[in-house]
Each structure stands twice: as structure tokens, then as C-alpha cells.
């Protein structure tokens, strides 16, 4: 298999809906009254900040030569079921966007060897980052289906 087609693939599996629901459609059309309801142990605002701060850790470690690893779990989710403001949830979702997009420009970058160890890391790889990434984004997006059929708003 030529790398441009793995790139492609690995690419294409961060923001892919072909097996599941993705990030987009999962935050599609969110109430903004239901915004902070929790149906379960969390609600979609700690959910998408969540996903937001986690993959933005990951793309910080991936590239960031001082990086600071941050304290699990209370560094990783927001303080409050509810977004402040409708500008605070507009700005999550712009933000996991921009980072989905840079660690997609990082699988496809042909001159970073996905299978190298990050220089600042111990042991881990730019592959392994972006795998994590698009896992992790993943099962929380399944969360987050599942909490949105729970609370009704779901189509």
C-alpha cells in the first residue's frame, strides 16, 4: 500500500461517518435549553468540551515541544454541566473543528513520518496520537448519540 493512500485513510477516519454518527452530526441541532441536561453521568456541553479539550491535548502533545501534560481527570472536562453562554458552546465546537482539521493536515503531511517517536514523548508516535484522536472522538460521540435519544432530541 502506497503511504499517500494510509495518509488518506488515516485522514478520511477523523472526520469519516461511514460506520457511525460523527462529531457533526452528533452536535447537530442541540436544543440550547438541553445544552447542560444531563441523561446519565453527563450532559452534551461536558461531553463536546470534553472531546474538545482532550483533542486538543493530543494535537498539543503531538507538536508542542513544551508541552505540559495536564491533570486527569479535572484539566479534561468543563466545570459545569451547562455551557456559560451560547458563545462558549459555538466556540467548543469551532475550536474541535480547527483541531480536527490541523491533526488531519498532520496525518496527510508526506515530510512528518507517522511512525516516529515524538521527540518530547516517551515512547509514543505521531500514528498512535492520531489514532487515539479519532477513537477517542469516537466513543464519545456514541455517548453522546445515545444521551440525545435518551433526552428525545435525537432524529
Known amino acids: 500500500m502506497k503511504d499517500s493512500a494510509v495518509r488518506e485513510l488515516l485522514a478520511n477516519f477523523l472526520t469519516s461517518e461511514d460506520a457511525h454518527a460523527g462529531f457533526d452530526a452528533a452536535v447537530a441541532d442541540i436544543p440550547e435549553q438541553q445544552r447542560g441536561t444531563r441523561s446519565g453521568a453527563h450532559s452534551p456541553w461536558e461531553l463536546v468540551e470534553h472531546m474538545r479539550i482532550a483533542q ?16 486527569w ?8 454541566p451547562a455551557p456559560p453562554s451560547t458563545a462558549a458552546w459555538d466556540d467548543s465546537l469551532a475550536a474541535f473543528r480547527r483541531d480536527r482539521e ?12 507517522l511512525t516516529e517517536k515524538i521527540p518530547h514523548g516517551t515512547g509514543q508516535t505521531y500514528l498512535r496520537e492520531l489514532l487515539i484522536a479519532g477513537d477517542h472522538t469516537a466513543y464519545h460521540v456514541g455517548q453522546l448519540v445515545l444521551m440525545r435519544k435518551s433526552l428525545g432530541i435525537w432524529k
Request: overall charge negative.
Open 73 to 80: 481527570p479535572q484539566e479534561y472536562w468543563p466545570p459545569n
Open 102 to 113: 490541523a491533526l488531519r493536515q498532520m496525518a496527510l503531511d508526506s515530510s512528518l513520518d
Open 56 to 71: 486538543h491535548d493530543i494535537l498539543d502533545f503531538s507538536r508542542n515541544r513544551n508541552y505540559r501534560e495536564m491533570e
